[in-house]
């Protein structure tokens, strides 16, 4: 399976997992991986024998390596979320760690240039919820009062519609 902007696909044998372009050639060195995804956004999610993931671009080549994290997700523009051990991580394809900390939700609006962090659970240390761009500059914070959770209101509502809702919580 591949989506219209790519020419890789993704091969099983013996259980293994491989990517081949459009004239049937192997381009990850073979069957390497455990499992794997098919290309969305040019990108294939991919785990290995430990169940960790990683990411491979439209050439074959690993851009996030299947050494950390679970759970990964592409949010656009080189910027990626997942989860290591009980903590989230949003980090940009070369290295750059935008967010390491308490376990988030993330949602991401390529459209408004923001990306949105929520807490996961109900905690007394709760961390705050954060506001900030693809680049990774944090454009606001709000600390809720006491106890609380923030869970992801849908996209189709806008991230303005959520920041707003969260805003009134605090």
Do not use: C
């Not at 995804?37 to 671009?57: C, L």
């Not at 074959?60 to 009980?86: A, C, I, N």
């Amino acid at each position: 399976f591949a989506d219209a902007q790519n020419t890789l696909y993704m091969v099983r044998k013996n259980n293994r997992v491989g990517y081949m372009d459009a004239n049937s050639k192997l381009v990850t060195g073979g069957y390497i991986y455990k499992d794997g995804e098919p290309f969305r956004k040019g990108y294939a999610v991919v785990r290995n024998d430990n169940n960790k993931e990683g990411a491979i671009d439209a050439t074959g080549k690993e851009v996030v390596k299947p050494q950390l994290y679970h759970d990964l997700t592409y949010l656009g523009r080189d910027v990626w979320h997942g989860e290591h051990m009980d903590s989230s991580i949003v980090f940009s394809t070369n290295g750059i760690i935008y967010y390491q900390g308490y376990k988030v939700h993330v949602s991401g609006s390529l459209q408004l240039d923001r990306i949105f962090l929520t807490t996961h659970t109900y905690s007394s240390n709760v961390a705050p919820a954060i506001l900030m761009n693809y680049a990774g500059r944090i454009i606001s914070q709000v600390q809720p009062k006491g106890k609380a959770s923030f869970s992801p209101i849908s996209l189709g509502q806008g991230l303005g519609a959520y920041y707003s809702k969260l805003l009134s919580l605090n």
